[in-house]
């Protein structure tokens, strides 16, 4: 089954907004065997919405709408459906008692007559009910191309996929086996790891591919295949990736089915029975969010500080002022103190600090934008690693907790 | 001028990244006075990207091409551009000389083949000098229609449209210019806000455009025009942006121009010459981590602490655990103590903290899932503030942060 993506709105053709929905739904059609061949972002105006949507079903056997279906005058997306489909808008109770509830239980105001509107459905459609949001989802089948359109709005626009859009692809048709498997590697670039893997690439068969996907101090390798038997394409693929993991043995740190970086990382925590302490200045937090974006987080880290200014790093987590005038702020000194007291704070096994320059203004120290030292203690005793990241302050960030990363998992595989 | 974007990796199709880059290209070229008309993205597949340049070419004075310019084999784009515009590759002396500058000044590592098949670009292509990456970019006009490729890595791609094809595209054309001008708003819904807007709505001349944007908690208005003379569009912009502002001023915190919620939050802090601690609990650092993603941040920012663990907040925070035992670890009580606290520590004049629970697991307390406490603490003494957030972790976290810095925003207008 191959699909195409459709998303309405002006916002993200002047790049007011990312548009992350396109991402969730071609992951999520993939998981259940669905092909994405194209994804169309178009502005909210009548002629190029009518256009795109012929292109797409002139392609494809599903396409999937986002965008367009608020309240508010800008909003046509349903006024163009009737009209691409020759159908009128027709009332339906079911949406109006669906917005009625949400108001009653949730938004607690008096419903208003723009949020009426939203009962307003075009006859050809079903209606997919909008768990979190005023208004509904609609599946219209075209000539055998289905249509499915859907908010904007990315945890409505989820909601509907997982209640209502892959449910029904499913129960209606019999779908292939679409797998990805994608290897974490750290610290080469991807033309020496080419070189490195030409033979496993060469013998690679036709129906499994390979791509380099290249980012801050990592290339990841995905393989992917289909198939319509998941015993079979699952054996095809272990097939090549015990093939290709000896190729990459010192660089490999993980699948990324594990979760990102972080949570393979986190994995460890929680399975060394270990615990967590961080204090960052030049990364600034991005390493602690890092890991309680994901739940569980609680489970391994006792916590963290964020020492910005120097003053606190001295107050509170009691690093040396002698030390600090002595060696400079942004010194492996200060991260080995930062990350021993930190430790000690929060009564951890680990303590991981981060000090340095992430620029573009100069801050507390004179060191070159891009300095970074990565300070980690353990009951062992403490080191410091000292690196220079370049001159892009969003990419030093990055770069730093990324390389905190690998320390804390050398140290957890250490032993 | 009109515009189109193609971005061109499997990696996006099968939702394995978000599209990031389409964003900042279609802001970038918006600023100079181009409109961008569709952005369409496609897998490393020779017969698709053929095919999607024909339909660009047919509607866009400029094509901007990004992805599929790597050195190993999945990349495709540089051989199909050959084939469209029927050319040929051709060694080009002066990328080979930047490859090997890039390998011997940064990369540190002998050069690989792969790497100097980089030198290779069609013959009728202007070569666009790449700053951070061996892949260059390239510039080739045929029959009225510019077609610009780029390296799909964001800063690569970045560091070429604003030292290349930005100053070209200037250069050669004379653009219009396009205003967007959006006002953010907190604390009431879109349907109610075009309710109250209604009259400004029916009355906006023809040529602006007024979109509603709703997300966390805000909704963002957007007035959209363009005009040959900057002058008479911003006095356009101007005049409505008086008439919009009476029926908004209640909910208006400031203008997306000036960054981001946190950075006009920031500005206030600078502005007012007042300091801030923040003490985090239920969302992990992502309050720091907003404000330190931008430059200048220790300007204002004391530090921070995510005290994840209960026994943490006693440790560091020095939260009294009678306090705990009586009222719980998510409790007003706590809130308070966790500002009060914070701002002790960092020696700061304000102090915020965050204690709640974002799901979904119950972790350290009973609370329900999405209760969050906010406590701000000044020298006129501490308050704490209740909420339910819904159930849905990632837009518990993201609310609640937004919900602190319109407390931290209201007090620091506050006298």
Partial sequence: MKAEIITIGDEILIGQIVDTNSAYISSALNKIGVSIYQITSIQDDESHILEAFAAAQSRADLVIVTGGLGPTKDDITKHTICKYFNDELVFNQGVLDHVAHLFKEYIKKPMLDANKTQAMVPSKAEVLVNEFGTAP??????DNTIFVSMPGVP???KGLMENEVLPRLQKQFKLPYILHKTFLTYGMGESAIAERIERFENELPAEIKLAYLPSLGR??????TSGLYKEVVEVAMQEQADKLLPFIDDIFVGYESDGEFEQVVAGLFVEKGKTLAIAESCTGGQMVERFTAHSGASQFLKGSL????????VDILGVDPGVIKEHSVVSA??????AVNARKLYKSDIGISTTG???PLKGDSDAEVGTVYIGIATENGVTAHHFMMGNHRERVIGKAVNKALELLKEELLSK
């Fill in 137 to 142: 989802g609609m599946w219209i089948e075209n």
């Fill in 155 to 157: 945890y409505e626009m």
């Fill in 219 to 224: 290339v990841r390798l995905r393989l992917s």
């Fill in 306 to 313: 964020v020492t910005y200014a120097t003053q606190s790093k």
């Fill in 333 to 338: 000194q200060v991260a080995e103190q930062m």
């Fill in 357 to 359: 320059n992430a620029g």
